[in-house]
């Protein structure tokens, strides 16, 4: 039973340049979440999505960056036209339909950690 | 503003030597507060979920606690194994029901033979 999927793990990109993480949530998960990780911080929240639907994405920066998990495929982050600042480790997790049973219990994938020239 | 503060950032301990992390909130209204485990490149593992003051949670040598305003980790005879660092965070009543939740910046725990 596969965990959470991301791929690229690393990627390298020069400033301007886009950069694309996809995400394949856990067998059975319907819901996909993006947070980052600045070196030395916590983890911050981007998105929330469900199939073809972004439902909250209040942490997305407004500019250069968007979210998608379309019917049929991964989740993907996209992060245009890249800045030094974007350097960082972006993590995907999933869950499972919610119920007051597994609130807060988010599977994590390993990362994808972006370096930007 | 919600925010999740860790203390200490760091800890180095010996192999059996019992300690506790800590974990300060502020919320708008508490729904849940977790604890997660990440090793380095790793992503975080969920280890524990506290709903109320006074809730307590136990695996192996870890027990979490849950205040009004605090939660503490308790690491009982600690092995090297234990040795990742350790993220509190909490989720808001009002945050829609669904996962956002508001991390501390953790505390990197080190267990030394």
């Known amino acids: 039973n596969a965990g959470v999927m991301q791929n690229p793990r690393h990627l390298v990109r020069r400033r301007g340049q886009e950069a694309r993480l996809r995400c394949s949530p856990m067998?059975?998960?319907?819901?996909v979440y993006w947070y980052r990780q600045l070196p030395e911080e916590g983890l911050k929240f981007m998105v929330y999505l469900q199939k073809e639907n972004i439902i909250d994405e209040s942490g997305m920066p407004k500019e250069r960056f968007s979210a998608e998990f379309p019917k049929e495929g991964p989740s993907i982050l996209r992060i245009q036209q890249v800045v030094r600042g974007d350097s960082a480790a972006y993590f995907c997790?999933?869950?499972?339909?919610?119920?007051?049973?597994?609130?807060?219990?988010?599977?994590f994938g390993e990362g994808s950690r972006l370096t930007v020239l | 503003e919600d925010q999740v503060t860790q203390s200490p950032e760091a800890l180095r301990l010996q192999e059996g030597e019992s300690s506790s992390l800590n974990c300060s909130y502020t919320?708008?209204?508490?729904?849940?507060l977790f604890w997660y485990r990440q090793d380095p490149g790793k992503g975080p593992e969920f280890l524990f979920t506290l709903y109320s003051a006074g809730e307590e949670k136990e695996k192996e040598r870890l027990k979490a606690t849950l205040t009004k305003k605090e939660s503490f980790l308790h690491i009982t005879a600690p092995k090297p194994e234990d040795s990742a660092t350790y993220l509190c965070?909490?989720?808001?009543?009002?945050?829609?029901?669904?996962?956002?939740?508001?991390f501390g910046a953790g505390t990197r725990l080190a267990v030394h033979p």
């Open positions: 997790a999933s869950s499972p339909l919610l119920t007051s049973s597994n609130t807060g219990e988010l599977f």
């Open positions: 919320v708008s209204g508490l729904r849940g």
């Open positions: 965070a909490v989720q808001a009543r009002f945050s829609g029901g669904y996962n956002k939740l508001i």
């Open positions: 067998k059975g998960h319907s819901h």
